[in-house]
């Protein structure tokens, strides 16, 4: 056994010793063997940085009238014979470089999609926690809430949600919020997934003997539920994390390609994607191409991660 | 000797019908709701007195462990009570439950299960102290858990480490210097070494007697292995589906045992002779604890029985030092060998 081999060699610096840990875990050890996880994760990297320092990598604002020139409109990528050395991927139908739309639009899809699945998981963990720890009433009760909230689809109710909210309060006060709106959307109609997975690692956790021993030190449910249920219950939680920002950001993507979205003058990949569509027959083809690859190569990385992570944290599906 | 702990008359049982709907039947022409239980325990009295060790056997399933766990409080029970030092506990608030359990713990059955993954050793063993005596300064705290460490054998510079990368016996001592970290008085412990190997065994056992002489401390000791009990106990209870049968000191139940039921268990012991002319094979199995059987909860496979005992539930009577409750035993029909 390990725990005799080392009891009087001086302990290690912590973080040291915490690095020393990570590079020898199964974890980095499969990360390393594994070559579309490590691609995928670079790519992920990359636009986590370019969307990050997009205001010093970006040419021009984008959110800012007055730096774009309607004259240089619809100009196609330097690459072809008509582009202009000015702007790297041509230019909208307002004159905006691309580039710099797409590195904020992106900053805005991840955004979104980050602080929607917060929320999505916030709400989720603690309605799961409280069914499966309480059971009884209090679980058929949230269950039966959370199977009411699947039974709607979640562009159904963002749509139906956002187009009253638009027709009450009008679109110059949608426009300031609709990053709020639309994280609080697609994070109220997505709780349900984490809730479920995380009432069904519960269910088996808190019959183990800690959780017993937790109650009879005298500990509130509470805290057992938050100190020791939860922590054991993170896994499948940090799995289906990855394959829901990736929904999220479809689903932002999505409602801002119907108009209910993000704003032209604050667009994200999916409005970008909208307002190229009028013109993609005319010939200007990049202004909704180069965003709509940039947005599926994003959710690709993230399910391939998604996926690789599956596999690790699920022991059952070791491979050789 | 004075009494600690005292159970009366406690029944628990765990319902098995489904929702309202599965319980719905139609039985001639009218609606019924049917109700299905697991009687895990039926009618337990037992006392524990201070500073002795009471050990529960009985085969599984035979509601040891839901005798514990009822103690402690982990489950309410469905009739009867339990007393700490005359004071009822069963019906207290988790408030009013607090300060008593400082003064009960319990140690558990697997090893492997009982102390969080997640938790180093010094956060699980630190967390019932700042929850129960937070006025204790940070050095005293981690003396305090050093001390407990060093006195279950686990070298407190381990404390780092998670459970994961102790072995069972390991863990168990640590499981074990949980209980003791709060200073109680009394410990349950449900059969807390029979998940462990045959040669850590011994050594777990012997610390629980160890801490029991110099902390006075009082055990209720729940096992299915008679060998354990003649070692560590000193008072035996025999227990079968759900009711005492046999309340005795170890020697006396060891040497004579009275009840029917005792009798075929002890004479189950393999011992190294060739001859054993006092085996007693019992005939059918133990009956569902759905469907109690009427009167005596044996008499399905006692040899004694008699009307009587299919009829009238027999009561647990006190003769010299032993509780028993047998009408064959009352009734002098069984030949005393």
């Known amino acids: 056994m390990t725990t005799q081999s080392s009891p009087h060699e001086p302990l290690l610096n912590t973080a ?30 990359l636009f986590i940085l370019a969307s990050l320092s997009a205001p010093l990598l970006a040419p021009m604002d984008p959110y800012d009238m007055t730096q774009f020139d309607l004259m240089d409109s619809e100009l196609p990528p330097v690459w072809q014979e008509e582009g202009d050395s000015r702007f790297l991927f041509g230019t909208d139908a307002q004159g905006r470089d691309m580039w710099s739309t797409i590195l904020y639009g992106t900053r805005l899809s991840l955004i979104i999609g980050v602080c ?8 989720g963990i603690v309605i799961g926690l409280s069914a499966g720890y309480f059971g009884g009433r209090v679980d058929s009760f949230l269950m039966r809430l959370a199977d009411i909230q699947l039974s709607f689809s979640t562009l159904m109710v963002a749509i139906i949600f956002l187009a009253i909210f638009q027709a009450a309060f009008g679109a110059e006060l949608y426009q300031d919020l609709a990053m709020v709106m639309l994280v609080l959307v697609i994070g109220i109609a997505e709780w349900p997934q984490y809730a479920r997975t995380v009432r069904a690692s519960v269910l088996a956790e808190r019959k183990k003997e800690y959780v017993d021993a937790a109650r009879v030190i005298g500990l509130g449910p509470i805290r057992i539920m938050f100190r020791h249920i939860l922590p054991n219950t993170l896994s499948p939680v940090l799995v289906i994390s990855t394959v829901q920002i990736a929904n999220a950001i479809i689903s932002e993507a999505s409602l801002s390609f119907l108009g209910l979205g993000m704003p032209p003058s604050q667009p994200s990949l999916g409005s970008l994607i909208a307002s190229g569509f009028e013109f993609i027959f005319s010939g200007a083809w990049w202004i909704t191409i180069i965003p709509g690859i940039a947005l599926i190569l994003l959710v690709l990385v993230i399910n391939l991660l998604g996926d690789w992570l599956r596999d690790v944290l699920n022991p059952k599906l070791y491979k050789g | 000797m004075s009494t600690l702990v005292e159970i009366r008359n406690l029944h628990k049982r765990f319902p098995i019908h489904g929702d309202l709907l599965d319980r719905i039947r139609l039985k001639g022409g009218r609606l019924e709701l049917r109700e299905e239980n697991v009687h895990a325990i039926n009618g337990v009295d037992l006392t524990v007195n201070k500073g002795e060790a009471l050990c529960i056997v009985g085969e599984s399933g035979c509601g040891k462990s839901t005798v514990a766990r009822t103690v402690m409080g982990l489950i309410e029970p469905s009739e009867g009570s339990v007393h700490y030092q005359g004071q ?47 006025d204790l300064g940070k050095a005293e705290m981690k003396d305090k858990v050093a001390e407990v460490m060093q006195a279950v054998g686990v070298d407190p510079s381990w404390g780092k480490r998670f459970p ?34 045959v ?23 729940i096992t299915h292995d008679l060998s354990v009990v003649e070692h560590f106990g000193a008072r035996v209870a025999v227990m079968y589906l759900g009711r005492i049968c046999e309340v005795a000191p170890t020697r006396t139940l060891f040497a004579q045992p ?48 008699n009307d009587r005992c299919r009829n009238e539930i027999p009561a647990l009577r006190q003769v010299d030092d032993v509780q028993i409750s047998c009408h064959a035993v009352e009734e002098n029909r069984i030949a005393s060998g």
Request: glycine share 4%.
């Open chain 2, 199 to 221: 040669s850590i065994q011994a050594q777990v056992l012997n610390l629980m007697m160890d801490a029991q002489e110099q902390r006075g401390l009082t055990y209720l000791f």
């Open chain 2, 164 to 197: 994961h990368e102790f072995s069972g016996g390991q863990r168990q001592r640590i499981s074990i210097a949980r209980a003791l970290i709060v200073d109680p008085e009394f410990i349950v412990a449900d059969e807390p070494i029979s998940a462990l190997d």
């Open chain 2, 88 to 134: 009822r506990i069963d019906n207290l608030s988790p408030r009013e439950m607090m300060s008593y359990r400082r003064r009960m713990q319990m140690i558990f059955q697997n090893p492997y299960a009982s102390l969080n993954p997640r938790m180093s050793i010094t956060e699980t063993l630190e967390e019932p102290i700042r929850f129960h005596q937070s």
């Open chain 2, 258 to 305: 009275r009840h029917p039921y005792s009798q075929a268990l002890l004479s189950a012991i393999p011992r190294l002779e060739d001859e054993r002319p006092r085996f007693i094979r019992l005939q059918g199995e133990v009956p569902t604890p759905v469907n109690l059987p009427s009167g005596c909860v044996f008499h399905g496979r006692c040899p004694h029985a």
């Open chain 1, 16 to 45: 040291d010793s915490r690095w020393q840990q990570f590079l020898d875990s199964h974890f980095w050890h499969s990360f390393k063997r594994d070559k579309v996880a490590i691609v995928s994760f670079s790519i992920f990297f």
């Open chain 1, 116 to 123: 929607a699945v917060m929320l999505q998981a916030f709400l």
